[in-house]
């Protein structure tokens, strides 16, 4: 523990060098990460050579990301998906972000399938191919042949990565620790739960077992559908730490060229692919969350295959229902109904002005429809949602700003394929039969049923509940405990005003005292210097300490201002 203790401080003091590097003196002074630092080194870095002000500050923060390594970059990543914690410069820099990372020795990477397995790789591949597919900070990907001659791809994670992601997230919590105060005054509010939250995501990141669930979860979903195919992954010769799927031969759904080679439309691949997500979307909830190209590829038949489902996203039924009322709002220009699904949608939802809200949706909604259909863009209004997320502080699911940015991508790959692609054409329909849907009668008989089995549970433990109450009125032990917030800063600054009173009032008191021992009377054995007894010597002494000790508080207030 000892170890992992100077190893973490020895990670903090590099961090605090590296954010110093870039400008980011705030961030180090006015934190705890000021005592990891001393005062030559310190010094020493603020002379330094300023060129990095040439950059903005946004990119700066980029810069020192991609410096501190993949966990940061992970996170980075992450957070370039949440739009109502960040500001939008910051989100733009963070999506430059690419974690680049070399392949492993494949030597290694059969030294850790054999491990995990428990038998030589001669008795699971016939053949395994040493050059890699592609390679990430997580993993890489090889091709293999089954010895029962199926194509495969196998999925290898990097030796020591969960020690390094480990380590990495502890100093993320001990960071977040020592600067949180100054987190939360440019405007994050939580930091810990985004550490938090991101702990949990690259666990279950480093665990392909979770991918391979889900991917069987889509199979079952999609198995009717003949233009949509998922790869099967092989569970009895997957692990936690290795993932075997099948390959899937097919080309980039980009590749106008070769789809047209293949005698296929790409007008219609481009429709067909963001049906099958607007289905995952607004029927089932369940979506990929990462749609690039390098991820959707198409057959010569023209099925499109989704590989990769690393990053999964979920919306419960009531989530999905809002988030398709806030566009059906905006088609019809209701500004009211859209600000009310955003309350819907918000998993706290304090809105101090609500007229304030309705007006910007209201300007929002005005925009967009002064547009003709082709001027419209997904892009735009991804980033006018967001934007009024942001400002309000709206803490709605994560797996809104995935499928934001998601439809973004999608709408890329539209417009690469078809001439007149429009993402508010594919949506439109999806947003009736979501209504039709919320308000059929089965939903609504299982609503009301929810709420009546919420209703008999709350009768059955009310009676209960007031006789307790009762009881404890009865004997004087009910106590109401209240928690003030905000007042923190208040009550120290209220604390500190009445130190300084009390030493103030105790040094007039001393200079008075020193007056009145002048006038005393005194026995021959009180000794006087310079003709002032010694008695007033001493009081003078504990006034003039006492004015010392004002005058440091005061300049010490100074200082921290």
């Known amino acids: 523990m000892f170890k992992n203790t100077i190893s973490n401080l020895a990670r903090i003091r590099q961090v605090a060098e590296v954010l110093l590097r870039y400008g980011f003196e705030d961030v180090v002074t006015t934190t705890p990460l000021r005592r990891l630092i001393s005062q030559s080194r310190r010094l020493s870095w603020q002379r330094a050579d300023r060129q990095v002000f040439e950059t903005t500050r946004w990119e700066r923060v980029r810069l020192i990301i991609e410096e501190l390594g993949p966990t940061f970059i992970k996170l980075a990543q992450a ?84 020690q390094k992601v480990k380590s990495d997230l502890a100093l993320l919590h001990e960071l977040v620790r020592l600067t949180a105060g100054f987190l939360q005054k440019q405007g994050l509010a939580n930091p810990q739960d985004i550490v938090d939250a991101f702990e949990r995501s690259m666990s279950k990141e480093l665990d392909y077992t979770a991918e391979a669930r889900s991917m069987e979860q889509f199979r079952k979903l999609y198995e009717d559908y003949t233009t949509f195919y998922v790869p099967k992954p092989y569970r009895e010769l997957s692990t936690a730490r290795i993932l075997v799927i099948e390959f899937v031969s097919g080309c980039k759904i980009t590749d106008k060229a070769q789809l047209q080679e293949w005698d296929l439309s790409p007008a219609t691949v481009a429709e067909n692919g963001m049906d099958i997500y607007l289905t995952q979307i607004f029927e089932f909830g369940v979506f990929h969350a990462d749609p690039h190209p390098g991820n959707v590829l198409v057959r010569p038949d023209g099925t499109i295959v989704l590989i990769d489902f690393g990053m999964v996203g979920r919306l419960t039924k009531q989530q999905k229902y809002a988030f398709a009322g806030v566009f059906i709002g905006m088609a019809r220009q209701d500004a009211r109904s859209m600000a009310l699904n955003f309350r819907r949608l918000a998993l706290t939802a304090e809105i101090p002005d609500m007229r304030a809200f309705e007006s910007d949706l209201s300007q929002l909604i005005e925009d967009f429809a002064m547009l003709d259909v082709k001027e419209m863009s997904m892009s735009d209004l991804a980033d006018a949602l967001q934007g009024i997320i942001y400002t309000y502080k709206l803490q709605v699911p994560g797996a809104v700003f995935l499928i934001l940015r998601a439809l973004v991508i999608l709408e890329g790959i539209g417009k690469v394929l078809h001439p007149n692609f429009n993402t508010f054409e594919f949506v439109r329909p999806y947003g009736a039969k979501i209504i039709r849907e919320q308000y059929s009668r089965e939903n609504l008989l299982t609503e009301a049923e929810y709420t009546g089995t919420q209703l008999l549970a709350l009768l059955q433990t009310l009676p209960a509940d007031v006789r307790q109450i009762v009881r404890k009125i009865s004997k004087g032990e009910l106590r109401l405990k209240f928690d003030l917030v905000g007042y923190t800063t208040l009550l120290r600054k209220a604390d500190q005003l009445v130190s300084r009173t009390i030493l103030a009032l105790l040094s007039v008191g001393g200079l008075l005292f020193s007056g009145l021992t002048l006038l005393g009377r005194y026995s021959p054995d009180m000794p006087y210097h310079r003709g002032v007894p010694e008695i007033t010597w001493w009081s003078l002494g504990a006034t003039g300490f006492l004015l010392l000790v004002l005058l440091l508080l005061g300049t010490r207030r100074r200082e921290k201002s």
């Open 79 to 162: 957070m370039s998906n949440r739009a109502d914690l960040l500001p939008e410069a910051l989100i733009d820099e963070f999506e430059k972000l690419q974690s680049n990372v070399p392949p492993f020795d494949t030597a290694v990477a059969r030294q850790i399938i054999e491990e995990e397995l428990g038998r030589p790789i001669s008795e699971v591949f016939s053949e395994f191919d040493d050059v890699t597919l592609g390679s990430a900070s997580i993993g890489q990907v090889h091709r293999a042949r089954l010895l029962t001659g199926e194509e495969v791809v196998v999925k290898v994670q990097r030796p020591g990565v969960q």
